[in-house]
């Protein structure tokens, strides 16, 4: 591994060795002609101390077209976040993992303008909602989590901030086209109409279409159609109402998982996939790709509305509503080979509000978030060869909305050369009481041991940040924060309740006793960290201390002779990052990102009777080593941008049975610029290759922390692909 690190490193010497051989002059008070930030610290516009990482509008450039629709693909370059993609466009829905230091990202948090975006069975942010040429940038809290960031159930795996590129005040036009490796095409426009009419209200409207085969097996990605639509109507001073209307929808074929024993003979397995023609036997159609597949439609409607009374006080409110209509079927080899289609029925609405006052010295914000949800997740059972329907699955019914309530207060202020900042936040879920249903041949009955009671979780979140201005250069700061993650994984816990009704009954235990154990996971998080800055480099060398409580982990009750996860794990984590840009030349830019991560249990686990030895053992499906690499080099009008990424050995048990191989990947992005042409304002021609060397290798583990052996599925990373693009600007 370490020879691997240290090839990554000798890569980047060796350009800018070659870069000053070619007599490039540096003229350091010009270095803004080049040095265009890709990433820069970032905070919350009431806090004093940098807690956060923003991706720049250039930065979310980088990646090219696998990052337009996807968030996480965006932030891949990122030290500290883990991206595990089965497909390189970005439309693999729901089949993209991430980590941010070691923790599932389903269990972060996911915002625009602050506002959360989240949903059921996966608990956690929808990142495949939004075009992301609609955003200036994005923020990263991989720690202390701002109090007033509107993180819904929570954000124990962090919390990203999604910034829109609201209307442009001046009229344009933008117009992209894309072609590429397995039959990708893409489409994007997006017109903005400068202020018109007496009262400057400014529109923006924007559209996409996108699909491609999958690179390996028979069905499709997409398509994918986006529509967002923008106003800003300014109306008091420099106050603006603004509007963000987003909807998407997409069709897509899935990508099948392999075992262990395939990643054993990775080469002759790299394609294995689901099948394109039905046999007539259950248990092998299963596997035919149709019924394996997905549909998902979104909508989000946010309004931001402050009111600036005076230099001291603001108001802001943000009212919005989110809703999610989704079908996945899925095929399963229950019951001699069923297709299970799952289907979600999510509706949210919510009130983010906010004051802030500035006593100059000292800035205070208080606010609170509201939120009603609703949410219908059911099942239905197919035949796999016929298509037809067998049976529902478990119903629940709730007894009206979960309802989410979050107080907030931050104060920061600033002290000679001190910045300091405190946050607390309140949250709440009262979660309703619900009542269970089984089914026969269709006829649904209520079952009352399957009835729950409704119940509230509630926890405090405090947060703290300073920082000290040695001097221009150097910055160290520290920041504590605790983060949670409401109660998860419902369903599995309801359908191995009802699959052993008999032994649950017999022993005594019901459903509202598993329940029970189920509690609020938490994190506190410490951060200790130097901001180096220079005309010629930024570098932000961190180091970090985590403790995780109430860590839903599986457990063996004895008076079932089951096993069934329960909040009760323990974890630590520690580990080292940098974020480093280097501005060698005018001409040439580089960018290092290490990471270290430890993630680890505290204590070892029981299971079926067995102690598994996994005390200070990594955690599934996390690298100790990332590395993140790379170089913009301008050349008149081009663009030339190779980059590497490195993944460590990861384990797919936590008996560390199942090892992944380490491995590097190389992208090369190739851009020409020109805005001195007669029919527009601006060209531009992309040229994506990813994976250059068409290297084979894991991507993503499908597996929960504690998942034991045999009991992972694994992804391939796709191979080389080529992505061309053409973009104009009016």
């Not at 996971?521 to 200790?528: M, R």
């Amino acid at each position: 591994m370490e020879r691997k690190v240290l090839v990554l490193v000798c890569f980047l010497l060796l350009a800018a060795v070659h870069a000053r051989a070619a007599g490039q002059e540096v003229q350091l008070e010009e270095m803004t002609v080049v040095g265009e930030k890709l990433v820069t610290p970032t905070r919350q516009a009431n806090e004093q101390v940098y807690t956060g990482t923003e991706i720049t509008r250039s930065g979310l450039d980088l990646p090219g077209a696998k990052a337009e629709t996807s968030v996480y693909e965006a932030m891949d370059s990122l030290p500290g976040v883990q991206v595990e993609s089965v497909d390189a466009t970005g439309l693999a829905v729901e089949q993209t993992n991430t980590r941010v230091r070691g923790v599932r990202g389903f269990l972060g948090s996911m915002t625009v303008e602050g506002v959360p975006n989240w949903g059921g069975n996966p608990m956690g942010p929808r990142e495949y909602l939004y075009d992301m040429e609609n955003f200036e940038s994005l923020a990263i809290y991989k720690g202390a989590i701002p109090a007033g960031l509107g993180t819904g159930v929570g954000a124990r795996g962090g919390a990203v901030e999604l910034r829109p590129r609201w209307p442009e005040k001046e009229p344009g036009l933008d117009l992209n086209f894309a072609i590429g490796s397995n039959a990708y095409s893409r489409a994007h426009s997006r017109v903005d109409t400068g202020s018109v009419g007496p009262l400057g209200t400014a529109f923006s409207a924007s559209a996409s279409w996108t699909e491609a085969e999958k690179w390996k097996g028979p069905g499709d990605l997409g398509p994918r159609v986006n529509a967002n639509f923008m106003v800003e109507q300014p109306y008091h001073g420099e106050d603006a109402v603004r509007v963000w209307f987003n909807y998407n929808d997409v069709e897509q074929d899935l990508y099948r998982a392999i075992g262990y024993d395939d990643v054993r003979d990775l080469h002759g397995n790299y394609r294995k996939d689901f099948q394109e023609t039905l046999t007539g036997v259950k248990n092998q159609d299963i596997y035919h790709y149709r019924n394996n597949r997905s549909e998902h439609a979104n909508m989000d409607i946010i309004a931001v509305v402050p009111f600036t009374f005076n230099e001291m006080f603001k108001a802001t409110l943000r009212p919005y509503y989110s809703w999610e209509d989704a079908q996945i079927y899925q095929g399963v080899i229950s019951q001699g080979g069923v297709v299970q289609k799952r289907m979600r029925d999510i509706e949210r609405m919510g009130l983010l509000s906010q004051l802030e006052v500035d006593l100059e010295q000292v800035r205070l914000s208080v606010g609170h978030l509201f939120e009603s949800v609703d949410m219908q997740i059911n099942t239905d059972i197919f035949h796999p060869t016929t298509g037809a329907f067998i049976n529902h699955g478990i119903r629940t019914e709730n007894d009206g909305n979960g309802y989410v309530n979050s107080p907030f207060a931050t104060l920061a202020g600033t002290v000679g050369a001190f910045d300091w900042q405190a946050g607390l936040k309140y949250f709440r879920y009262d979660e309703p009481a619900s009542k269970g249903f089984t089914s026969t041949a269709g006829v649904l009955a209520e079952a009352p041991d399957l009835a729950r009671d409704s119940r509230v979780y509630d926890i405090w979140l405090p947060s703290v940040g300073v920082s000290y201005m040695v001097s221009e250069m150097f910055q160290p700061y520290a920041s504590y924060g605790r983060s949670h993650i409401r109660p998860y994984s419902y369903v599995p816990l309801i359908n191995l309740y009802n699959a052993n009704t008999g032994k649950f009954q017999a022993a005594g235990v019901t459903l509202k006793d598993m329940f029970a154990g189920y509690d609020i996971e938490t994190s506190d998080n410490f951060e200790l960290g130097l901001r180096i800055t220079h005309e010629r480099f930024d570098i932000t060398p961190a180091v970090f201390y985590s403790r995780h409580d109430n860590l839903l982990t599986t457990v063996y009750d004895p008076r079932v002779d089951l096993s069934y996860a329960q909040n009760v794990g323990k974890a630590t984590g520690y580990g080292l990052e940098v974020e480093g840009n280097f501005y060698l030349t005018q001409a040439l830019t580089a960018f290092v990102n290490p990471s270290y991560t430890r993630l680890t249990y505290d204590k070892d686990l029981s299971y079926q009777g067995n102690t598994l030895k996994t005390k200070g053992e990594q955690v599934v499906d996390t690298p100790e080593w990332m590395v993140k690499a790379g170089l913009v080099w301008k050349v008149g009008d081009f663009e030339f941008v190779p980059g590497v990424r490195y993944m460590g050995e990861r384990y797919g048990d936590v008996e560390h049975k199942e090892k992944v191989d380490d491995y590097i990947v190389a992208d090369l992005s190739m851009n020409y610029v020109n805005r001195d042409v007669d029919f527009a304002e601006g060209l531009k021609l992309s040229l994506n290759l990813y994976n250059l060397f068409d290297t084979e290798y894991v991507s993503r583990i499908n597996a929960s922390d504690d998942t034991r052996e045999g009991g992972a599925s694994y992804y391939v990373g796709a191979p080389f692909t080529a992505v061309l693009s053409v973009g104009l600007e009016f």
